[in-house]
């Protein structure tokens, strides 16, 4: 059992702008889906699955995460799944979501385009309607993958451009650097969607360089390495470009020893416009309440810190300037409490 949370991080309202849907599958519904769809699963139980959850590195995680995916099958499947995630939302005050998901994890296996979207689709509509959690929604191509397979799946979200906002770029980052990709991101941005890339998590500051040059993104997704190159923290800082953290990720896969290592709150106090996010939080052990709280224990986290890292969030977030007025009076509103 996880210990439980103080309680002014649970009332602080919150943001995420780094979470991989499939990456909240938590191993009770991964059995039910299995079960449903008649998927053998090379696991016998629940704590079989939690105990695999080690990982080294981050070839480790994605090995273990894509045999997951395998479960999700039908529209009803992706429902579930962002369904389970709102919920998780609604409970730990998280306001606004802007998710990614996997489409080729899917498609290669035959899923259709529509039956993602449409389900997920479904399950942000219920959730904005029961909850207020406002979202918008980032495709990501597999950077394992080649360039001419990220534009033939952009192809295929064509017809769903209404329910998508931008695209992403993710998996394995070693070796696979951001300018692979600089087409389909020329592509993307033509088609007027939002440009995000995960950059500097285990790659070098050398691929935010290339994700900001080539890919031209308007965020950088984890991007921690960016402390290594003094001249990329000063154009990062004078550009403004957002860097979404994900703590409990980091120390998962091995990218610091320890919490106490973790170099957030330095970002934070140099100027870098850095928020606090969940990645994967089915397999690193959190939601973002866990995230934060993790940073109260181990790097004295104050209120006063944790309210900039959610302004941060706000500023960075792709939402109109409306809603993004409402989301900081909420969070003004928390202030004063
Ligand atoms: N896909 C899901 N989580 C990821 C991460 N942390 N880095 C790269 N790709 C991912
Ligand atoms: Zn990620």
Redesign the pocket.
């Known amino acids: 059992m996880s210990k439980p949370s103080y309680d002014w991080l649970n009332k602080l309202p919150k943001i995420e702008l780094h979470l991989?849907l499939?990456?909240t599958l938590e191993p009770e519904l991964m059995f039910e889906l299995a079960q449903r769809n008649g998927i053998s699963l090379s696991y016998k139980s629940v704590e079989e699955v939690k105990a695999a959850y080690q990982f080294n590195n981050?070839q480790d995680?994605?090995d273990i995460?894509y045999q997951g995916a395998q479960v999700l099958k039908f529209e009803e499947d992706f429902y579930d799944l962002t369904w389970a995630y709102l919920n998780k939302c609604h409970e730990q005050n998280v306001i606004h979501i802007e998710p990614f998901f996997?489409p080729q994890t899917h498609t290669s296996r035959g899923i259709p385009f529509a039956t993602m979207i449409s389900g997920i689709s479904r399950a942000f509509d219920d959730g904005e309607k029961e909850f207020g959690i406002s979202y918008r929604l980032v495709m990501?191509f597999l950077r394992h993958l080649s360039e001419d397979e990220a534009i033939e799946t952009l192809e295929l979200a064509k017809p769903f451009l209404a329910n998508i906002d931008g695209v992403g770029l993710?998996?394995?980052?070693l070796n696979n650097p951001p300018e692979k990709f600089t087409e389909v991101f020329s592509q993307a941005q033509k088609m007027g969607l939002k440009l995000v890339a995960?950059a500097g998590?285990e790659g070098p500051a050398g691929y935010i360089w290339s994700a900001l040059d080539n890919l031209n993104v308007q965020r950088i997704d984890?991007g921690i390495r960016a402390l290594d190159d003094p001249e990329l923290v000063v154009r990062l800082i004078e550009t403004k470009i957002p860097l979404t953290v994900?703590p409990l990720?980091n120390v998962k896969?091995r990218v610091f020893d320890n919490m106490s290592q973790h170099t957030i709150l330095m970002m934070l106090d140099l100027g870098l416009c850095v928020c606090v996010n969940s990645?994967?939080p089915s397999y690193f052990g959190g939601y973002i309440t866990e995230n934060f709280n993790a940073l109260v224990d181990s790097l004295s986290l104050s209120k006063e810190q944790a309210i900039r890292l959610v302004e941060n969030s706000i500023s960075s977030s792709f939402v109109s300037e409306d809603r993004k007025f409402t989301m900081l009076k909420l969070l003004n509103d928390y202030k004063d409490s």
């Open positions: 991989h499939e990456g981050l995680f994605l995460y996997d990501c993710d998996s394995s980052e995960h998590e984890h994900c990720s896969l990645d994967d």
